[in-house]
């Protein structure tokens, strides 16, 4: 593969779905849409900055999709050291039994170090 003097940059909404909602209703393809033309707008006068156009869906109901919520921050999370990451969620890991994102082991760390 060759390599690109280039960097992708993503990010993305939580959205609450119906049990009945199957990504194919509309009311998602709105929302879909509506983040894709968010991103064009915002770009579309930095000839530098080219949006993908993609569309990524990870449905959090599936039992084998990689996330939980931070147990100091509450934000939604994935281990990225673990199969079916998320990443366009807040990177977490498990420090001393408990599930937390990067920022909150840091604070964790840096406070454990500040009372030694
Ligand atoms: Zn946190």
Redesign the pocket.
């Known amino acids: 593969m060759t390599l690109e003097n280039k960097a992708v940059i993503s990010t993305a909404v939580v959205v609450d779905v119906d049990a009945s909602e199957t990504g194919n209703s509309s009311r998602m393809d709105s929302i879909a849409r509506r983040l894709r033309d968010a991103v064009e707008s915002a770009f579309s006068r930095d000839a530098s900055v080219d949006p993908t156009e993609c569309l990524a869906w990870d449905w959090l109901n599936d039992s084998d999709t990689n996330f939980g919520r ?1 147990a ?2 509450n ?1 939604l999370v994935s281990n990225y050291e673990q199969p079916h990451q998320i990443r366009t969620l807040i990177d977490a890991r498990i420090v001393d039994g408990t599930l ?2 990067d ?2 082991a840091y604070s964790r760390r840096e406070g454990a170090s500040a009372d030694a």
């Open positions: 931070c100091d921050c934000r937390l994102c920022e909150c």
